[in-house]
């Protein structure tokens, strides 16, 4: 991707990013990128009032956000960022972080990271022209539809950003995208990072096959469908679906229990199979539609998801390769990585901050993303120039 479109068009304002504790490390890299970029473009510009404080050393917003001994907290924005163009990243699902109440140790949730990103919000609305939220995993998306006398949590979320003063919202891989309507007079992007998932397992394994006889997208259930059919459409192969026998009379952790994974598709036998879901939690049903793939005589198995969150461990994944029933496992750096994981022989790590620092200078310029969102062409060239080394 050639970033001399940026060139076209003056920055919407001096440009902030706002990396919450939880996105200290991702927030760092996008910053690299950007910094890098910005250098090596022609200085044209520099002595121009519209590009004022558009070459910097680092766009990291100096800030903190102290906790009192109550465990309540606020945020303290160490510099001007009046007239800024605003990029706050938090993670919501990091739970690596702590913070001490009354002396105890407290490992912070997801409702202390967005409590987080609003006093970052609130302590800089007002100041800078425009505020841009990008949270890869969606405050509460899980919780996106009322089907009885329950909280609308996602809906909420976003009208009370919106309502704060937030101008744009950037997810990925929202759980339902439709959770938008919410705010429909306000920008929200959810991103697919496809091309990331591509890349990912084309640089790590040399002896693929794509075509319909040697490999198949699979959807873990009927809700992540049209994810699959995305992907299984860029790379010209075949999909098929599982969908989730539950058993509606009782409730377990919160959910209706599965009681059998039923198959839609053709044969899998033989064929290298990618599994691809938005998030791993528990990671349960993705090792349940592994091994029904392989009692199908599936070859090897991919195990794709965007946030590999992993609530319950490791150990199910290690026995899951250990006896064939899964190849790699393959997961963003969207959402918190623990060392462990990041050490595993069988975990493909995909990095994602080259491309939000692609979206943050894109935009930062008023200029379309639309291609960034479309990644048809560049996964195609990827395919394309893989097949030819692999001949």
Known sequence: MSDERNLETIPAGALGIVPTRSCTALGEKVDRYLVKWRAEREDLHRNSMAFKGYYQDSYIVDFSTPRFGSGEAKCVINQSVRGHDLFILVDITNYSLTYKLCGMKNHMSPDDHYQDLKRVIAAATGKARRITVIMPFLYESRQHKRSSRESLDCALMLQELINMGVDNIITFDAHDPRVQNAIPLHGFETIQPTYQFVKGILNNVDDLQIDNEHMMIISPDEGGTNRAVYFA??????????????????????????????????????????IVDDMISSGDSMLDVAAELK?????????????????NGLEKFDKAVENGTIFKVVTTNLCYQTPELLSKPYYINCDLSKYIAYVIDTLNHDTSISDLLNPYDRIEKLVTRYKNEHK
């Open 233 to 274: 459409s860029v790379l010209g192969i075949d999909m098929g679906m599982f969908y989730k026998r539950r058993d509606y009379s009782r409730i377990v952790d919160g959910r209706n229990p599965i009681v059998a994974h039923e198959f839609l598709g053709t044969s899998v036998e033989n064929k290298d199979v990618i």
């Open 295 to 311: 009692r199908r005589k599936a070859n090897r198995i991919f195990v794709v998801s965007t946030f590999g969150l992993f609530t």
